[in-house]
């Protein structure tokens, strides 16, 4: 095949870091200047990044085929649905779309992690197909069992009795209220990617975060198993009644027989559901049509005259004088709205059950709005209609011995005056079967009903996937191990044995789940994150923020101690969990919010001047591997309180595989921070012009807006001393030029600067990312707490007050010198004024409320070096004398004779008067321009720090840090 070559000029650079002999930031396995900044602790406020132009570069002969001149649109891969996946899907493997380095490259390379057939196709073993539901099988069926169920065929006309058939109607619309504005938000909720299985904890974990999805989940599966205890306990009391009917007792004809009776009917579903849910659903199915058949049953019963029986327990058939009687409220036996309200309200708690088995629905985004909100209107017209009948044709009590029709007014009982009346409303809970056309149609479909309400609760997938729980079994792959929990929670409750005392607790339970769900869809509406794009376009989130409220309200209105119980225990979870602090993340609306909140906090910061009362020390470490300690050296500096970048200037030319390593590097430093317990972000960059243009170019564009380093930390470089005074090499000097140009573009633009010399007494180490992974920290092994520490603080030139501020810092709690004692040195040339300027120092101190425990001036500075010093310098600098960039020539020596002896007098003073310090900190000397090079500029710090403590040098920008005003 024939092929064309084309001469193609464009400036393509080219990243050789093998050559470069500049300081490596990166964590190259290669290099070994890594350890060129082993001595760590040196402040600098270095800002941003600077891009600077590529380099022109010869024309490169590239060759192209002409029958592949097509290459790029080959590689590139249309949109598929593929790509969005997380996992797996009916056995394929997940599709990858072309990573840049595929479209650059032209060709795409095979994932490691896929096996594939004779054919090329990827392949895996296909899981077996489960059994998915629609919208009217796995939502509008199974609420409606969940909603008609006890409370409509054994207490509604209790309902009915206390609050009549006006107040009753608004009670069950203001239930009614409460479960559609929750389902308006579920159907956003649900509609706003696709739904997993876990029901309300998936909904609510993925919105609002693990914290408050895993404490309402909890909650919400207690409040479920709480629900099968309710259904089987009103399940129980018809079979008790129907047995002491017949003369038959288990053990008392009360309570201790519903009990038995429950557990019993609880070890009958318990067999059902392991059987699998597909038998449960189609049992459920058959279950529907007698609860059809017994509401209709009792629909045609009130038309019909009433018999003699039916009239002794206080039937009436229409009757005016009835409806008038019924038709406003009359609470009795200490009840009240609310209280009524909270045995009323579990039979508004079936909306959830769609959502519980979202899993098992083969589209759960239209499925779950569908079924719950038809569900919803459907019991609410059937409450409605069998309250309105039950007010109409039933009085509120009855003795059982006269028929109501036949006293002259309807509450004229003498039962009634004393409330021992055995039939009517009040008293009577089997008022749907003994007006039903067939009475055993009632009995039927109570059973049927509460059966399958029962059954529903009890196979819902309701718990969190905790490890052990989570265990499937079967074709249907059912965690029955999460089963067996639910049976022994709703077994124990069944053992109070009382549906008006089991109600309320439920009801509190699923109002606090329904709070949850509201906020929910206000919070992450509100957060304004582009991801919140739900299908069901019929929600507000005011509306929704309005449900959560309208939910609190009634939670503390129905029993407030009830109430703050429920909210105590979400808090602990919700404060375990938060404590846990479980290393996910589903982009919850609290995430955007957090940016939406940071970023209009970031607006508002900006918009107010600095002061200096609010100055924090905003530190850029110049972090490598060789010197893991500084993040932790500042973050003792910042507790927390302020910003600290950790960042890296690796020596690449800018591309795709370049970003990529820098961004393995950014997690891995993220990993190590959070080991350490360093709050601190991680920040990489490349730069094809060397180590110190990179550091320039952060030092003038890190930070955004009041968040820009001020300081700039870096490690005292060591390894630049020559041995056996041999001559440097060129790259040797290079390295060195490039370290004492980023300390004077710091000085150049205003950064505060701080080295740190090698930390004698604490060795640094390395932060193993497979000790990060088992949550070792390694803060304490690399700065031990010390107690009754002491800095010195050498405050030789005024810079603003930073070189005492940082010291000041270190003192405080949470730092390893905390409670550490502060002794301040300074210098005077003229010992007669020893005695004020001390005074003059300690007022300062005392405006700056600043504690320390000594003062000293020190008036010999200017006093002549000792011999043995000034042979031990010029032994330091004798390998780099001469006139090259960098060396250090006699007329630069000369000219700087006064500093250098300055420095070294410094050097003996430290040594005299520090040796035992815990730390030093110390004004970094300025390198002036054209009167000192870097190798005499490095003689100098290395002569400062040379046996000594760790030490901090230091120099402020010149501007005030401190102040006394107020």
């Given at each position: 095949?024939?092929?064309?070559?084309?001469?193609?000029?464009?400036?393509?650079?080219?990243?050789?870091?093998?050559?470069?002999?500049?300081?490596?930031?990166?964590?190259?396995?290669?290099?070994?200047?890594?350890?060129?900044?082993?001595?760590?602790?040196?402040?600098?406020?270095?800002?941003?990044?600077?891009?600077?132009?590529?380099?022109?570069?010869?024309?490169?002969?590239?060759?192209?085929?002409?029958?592949?001149?097509?290459?790029?649109?080959?590689?590139?891969?249309?949109?598929?649905?593929?790509?969005?996946?997380?996992?797996?899907?009916?056995?394929?493997?997940?599709?990858?779309?072309?990573?840049?380095?595929?479209?650059?490259?032209?060709?795409?390379?095979?994932?490691?992690?896929?096996?594939?057939n004779d054919d090329g196709q990827s392949k895996v073993?296909?899981?077996?197909?489960?059994?998915?539901?629609?919208?009217?099988?796995?939502?509008?069926?199974?609420?409606?069992?969940?909603?008609?169920?006890?409370?409509?065929?054994?207490?509604?006309?209790?309902?009915?009795?206390?609050?009549?058939?006006?107040?009753?109607?608004?009670?069950?619309?203001?239930?009614?209220?409460?479960?559609?504005?929750?389902?308006?938000?579920?159907?956003?909720?649900?509609?706003?990617?696709?739904?997993?299985?876990?029901?309300?904890?998936?909904?609510?974990?993925?919105?609002?975060?693990?914290?408050?999805?895993?404490?309402?989940?909890?909650?919400?599966?207690?409040?479920?198993?709480?629900?099968?205890?309710?259904?089987?306990?009103?399940?129980?009391?018809?079979?008790?009644?129907?047995?002491?009917?017949?003369?038959?007792?288990?053990?008392?004809?009360?309570?201790?027989?519903?009990?038995?009776?429950?557990?019993?009917?609880a070890f009958i579903l318990k067999s059902i559901i392991l059987a699998g849910i597909s038998f449960e659903s189609l049992l459920q199915k058959l279950m529907l049509f007698p609860m059809a058949v017994s509401i209709l049953g009792f629909l045609a019963g009130s038309i019909l005259p009433i018999s003699p029986d039916q009239a002794l327990k206080g039937a009436t058939g229409w009757n005016l004088s009835t409806i008038s009687s019924n038709i406003f409220p009359r609470f009795e036996h200490g009840q009240g709205f609310f209280s009524v309200f909270a045995v009323y309200f579990p039979a508004a708690t079936g909306i959830m059950a769609g959502a519980n088995i979202s899993g098992d629905l083969k589209n759960p985004q239209t499925a779950i709005p569908k079924g719950t909100m038809l569900a919803i209107i459907a019991s609410t017209l059937i409450y409605l209609t069998v309250l309105i009948v039950s007010g109409s044709i039933f009085v509120r009590d009855a003795d059982g011995i006269s028929p109501a029709l036949s006293f002259p007014s309807i509450d004229a009982m003498s039962c009634a005056a004393n409330a021992t009346c055995p039939y009517g409303l009040y008293n009577y809970y089997q008022v749907m079967a003994t007006i039903s056309i067939m009475p055993s149609l009632i009995i039927i479909g109570m059973l049927s009903s509460t059966f399958s309400s029962a059954l529903a609760v009890s196979t819902d997938k309701l718990f969190p996937r905790i490890s052990g729980l989570a265990k499937e079994y079967g074709r249907d792959r059912a965690p029955r191990r999460a089963y067996a929990?639910?049976?022994?929670?709703?077994?124990?409750?069944?053992?109070?044995?009382?549906?008006?005392?089991?109600?309320?607790?439920?009801?509190?339970?699923?109002?606090?789940?329904?709070?949850?769900?509201?906020?929910?869809?206000?919070?992450?509406?509100?957060?304004?994150?582009?991801?919140?794009?739900?299908?069901?376009?019929?929600?507000?989130?005011?509306?929704?923020?309005?449900?959560?409220?309208?939910?609190?309200?009634?939670?503390?209105?129905?029993?407030?101690?009830?109430?703050?119980?429920?909210?105590?225990?979400?808090?602990?979870?919700?404060?375990?969990?938060?404590?846990?602090?479980?290393?996910?993340?589903?982009?919850?609306?609290?995430?955007?919010?957090?940016?939406?909140?940071?970023?209009?906090?970031?607006?508002?910061?900006?918009?107010?001047?600095?002061?200096?009362?609010?100055?924090?020390?905003q530190i850029l470490v110049l972090s490598s591997p060789s010197s893991p300690h500084l993040p932790i050296f500042a973050h003792s500096i910042t507790r927390g309180a302020s910003l600290i970048i950790s960042a890296t200037v690796d020596e690449l030319a800018p591309s795709h595989r370049t970003h990529s390593h820098l961004r393995v590097w950014m997690d891995e430093e993220r990993r190590r921070l959070r080991a350490a317990g360093v709050r601190a972000f991680p920040l990489a960059m490349s730069s094809e012009g060397g180590w110190s243009s990179g550091v320039k170019a952060m030092m003038q564009t890190v930070g955004l807006g009041r968040l820009v380093p001020n300081i700039v930390l870096i490690g005292l470089k060591t390894d630049w001393i020559q041995q056996n005074e041999k001559t440097p090499t060129q790259e040797k000097m290079k390295e060195i030029n490039e370290y004492f140009a980023v300390i004077q573009a710091a000085f150049d633009r205003s950064l505060a600067k701080k080295l740190l010399n090698p930390l004698n007494k604490v060795q640094p180490v390395e932060l193993e990312v497979d000790n990060i992974q088992k949550g070792v920290s390694t803060v304490s092994s690399l700065f031990p707490p010390i107690k009754g520490g002491t800095i010195d603080v050498w405050w030789l030139a005024d810079d603003g007050g930073l070189t005492l501020l940082i010291p000041h810092l270190l003192t405080l709690p949470k730092s390893y010198l905390a409670g550490a004692n502060l002794r301040v040195f300074s210098l005077t040339s003229d010992s007669s004024r020893e005695k004020k300027q001390e005074a003059a120092m300690a007022a300062l101190l005392s405006k700056f409320r600043i504690s320390f425990k000594d003062l000293l001036i020190i008036n010999d500075v200017s006093t002549q070096p000792s011999k043995e010093t000034e042979a031990e310098f010029n032994s330091l600098i004798a390998p780099f004398r001469?006139?090259?960039?960098?060396?250090?020539?006699?007329?630069?020596?000369?000219?700087?004779?006064?500093?250098?002896?300055?420095?070294?007098?410094?050097?003996?003073?430290?040594?005299?008067?520090?040796?035992?310090?815990?730390?030093?900190?110390?004004?970094?000397?300025?390198?002036?321009k054209g009167l000192v090079c870097s190798t005499l500029y490095l003689s100098w710090l290395e002569m400062l720090t040379r046996g000594l403590p760790p030490t901090h040098l230091i120099r402020g920008n010149q501007t005030d840090v401190l102040t006394f005003y107020s």
């Open positions: 095949m024939e092929s064309r070559k084309e001469s193609i000029e464009d400036e393509i650079s080219f990243g050789d870091s093998a050559n470069s002999s500049a300081p490596k930031w990166s964590r190259s396995d290669s290099t070994e200047s890594l350890n060129t900044f082993d001595k760590s602790g040196v402040d600098f406020a270095l800002p941003t990044r600077i891009f600077e132009r590529k380099r022109p570069t010869p024309p490169v002969v590239i060759e192209v085929d002409e029958e592949k001149d097509d290459t790029e649109e080959s590689v590139e891969a249309p949109p598929d649905i593929d790509f969005y996946r997380k996992n797996t899907l009916n056995g394929r493997l997940k599709r990858s779309r072309p990573s840049i380095s595929d479209l650059i490259d032209g060709q795409i390379q095979p994932s490691n992690n896929e096996e594939s073993e296909a899981p077996k197909e489960q059994k998915k539901f629609g919208w009217i099988e796995g939502v509008f069926i199974r609420c409606l069992q969940n909603i008609i169920g006890v409370i409509l065929f054994i207490r509604i006309s209790w309902v009915t009795a206390h609050c009549g058939i006006l107040l009753g109607s608004l009670l069950i619309l203001l239930a009614s209220s409460v479960t559609i504005v929750t389902t308006l938000s579920l159907s956003a909720i649900c509609t706003n990617g696709e739904v997993k299985g876990g029901g309300l904890y998936y909904l609510i974990s993925r919105t609002l975060g693990p914290e408050f999805g895993g404490s309402i989940g909890i909650m919400f599966a207690f409040g479920n198993a709480a629900s099968g205890a309710l259904y089987l306990v009103g399940m129980s009391e018809t079979i008790v009644g129907i047995l002491n009917a017949t003369g038959i007792v288990i053990v008392d004809g009360g309570i201790n027989d519903i009990r038995i009776v429950a557990v019993v009917m929990l639910t049976f022994i929670i709703t077994v124990l409750m069944a053992g109070i044995g009382d549906l008006n005392s089991i109600a309320p607790i439920i009801s509190n339970f699923f109002l606090a789940a329904y709070t949850l769900v509201n906020y929910s869809c206000f919070d992450a509406s509100f957060s304004g994150s582009p991801g919140f794009r739900p299908a069901f376009k019929y929600y507000s989130m005011y509306l929704s923020l309005f449900g959560a409220l309208f939910c609190i309200v009634i939670m503390f209105t129905m029993n407030w101690v009830t109430a703050l119980i429920t909210t105590t225990v979400f808090m602990m979870i919700f404060g375990f969990l938060k404590y846990r602090k479980p290393d996910v993340n589903w982009g919850s609306s609290m995430h955007a919010n957090n940016y939406k909140q940071t970023l209009q906090g970031m607006h508002r910061l900006a918009k107010a001047d600095e002061h200096v009362k609010n100055y924090r020390p001469g006139n090259g960039e960098g060396m250090i020539s006699d007329l630069l020596l000369k000219a700087s004779t006064a500093k250098t002896r300055r420095n070294l007098r410094l050097a003996e003073l430290l040594r005299e008067k520090s040796s035992e310090a815990h730390l030093i900190v110390m004004t970094l000397p300025v390198p002036r």
